[in-house]
T-cell receptor, first 115, second 114 residues
Framework: DAGVTQSPTHLIKTRGQQVTLRCSPI?????VSWYQQVLGQGPQFIFQ???????GRGNFPDRFSARQFPNYSSELNVNALLLGDSALYLC??????????????FGNGTRLTVT | GENVEQHPSTLSVQEGDSAVIKCTYS??????FPWYKQELGKGPQLIID?????GEKKDQRIAVTLNKTAKHFSLHITETQPEDSAVYFC?????????????FGTGTLLAVQP
């Protein structure tokens, strides 16, 4: 079975530009989350989406936005890029049952470098 | 605010020895504690998790213990092998609501020397 897939794997942008990252969850998973992992640190929560609705947002500026599509895939958009946005962006999916206790599975991420 | 502290930041052991990584969480409402292994160039991979109604869980060479009173949980790897070398992250979350964000520790770089 395919895991969480993300594209592109690497990306280089300049300050002020905009970027869109894409994610396909594990088949059957309806919830997608985005995390930012700066080098040497643990991942930090950005967004969670379930059934196309935002269900949670971390402490990130409004330059960060996301959406989820009917097929449960998701996009993360970052506008007006700053050097500090350079990081590994991780997408994760889970089966969002009533108990919401299912494990979170991560993709391999998109490495974004802002110059 | 929510916080997870993880120690040590680096750990070097000889092949066959045991490795222990410890974490402390701040939010007493946390009830789900996963551990992830991250290899170079890859995303975090779930290796074991524990819920607050259980004090210990074991899966082959890996075990996790939880002390809710002290808000501590630990990862134990026995009979370490070179392929166990990676960065390990602990995390904590509150499940049961619509949002289940994970709060991660800062990671432990485990090096298993052959």
């Amino acid at each position: 079975d395919a895991g969480v897939t993300q594209s592109p794997t690497h990306l280089i942008k300049t300050r002020g530009q905009q970027v869109t990252l894409r994610c396909s969850p594990i088949s059957g998973h309806k919830s997608v989350s985005w995390y930012q992992q700066v080098l040497g640190q643990g991942p930090q929560f950005i967004f969670q989406y379930y059934e196309k609705e935002e269900r949670g947002r971390g402490n990130f500026p409004d330059r960060f936005s996301a959406r989820q599509f009917p097929n449960y895939s998701s996009e993360l958009n970052v506008n007006a890029l700053l050097l500090g946005d350079s990081a590994l962006y991780l997408c994760a999916s889970r089966q969002q049952g009533r108990s919401s206790n299912s494990p979170l599975h991560f993709g391999n991420g998109t490495r974004l470098t802002v110059t | 605010g929510e916080n997870v502290e993880q120690h040590p930041s680096t750990l070097s052991v000889q092949e066959g020895d045991s490795a222990v990584i410890k974490c402390t969480y701040s939010d007493s409402a946390s009830n789900y504690f996963p551990w992830y292994k991250q290899e170079l160039g890859k995303g975090p991979q779930l290796i074991i998790d524990i819920r607050s109604n259980v004090g210990e869980k074991k899966d082959q060479r890996i075990a996790v213990t939880l002390n809710k009173t002290a808000k501590h949980f630990s990862l134990h790897i026995t009979e370490t092998q070179p392929e166990d070398s990676a960065v390990y992250f602990c995390a904590a979350s509150i499940t049961g609501g619509a949002t289940n964000k994970l709060i991660f520790g800062t990671g432990t770089l485990l090096a298993v020397q052959p």
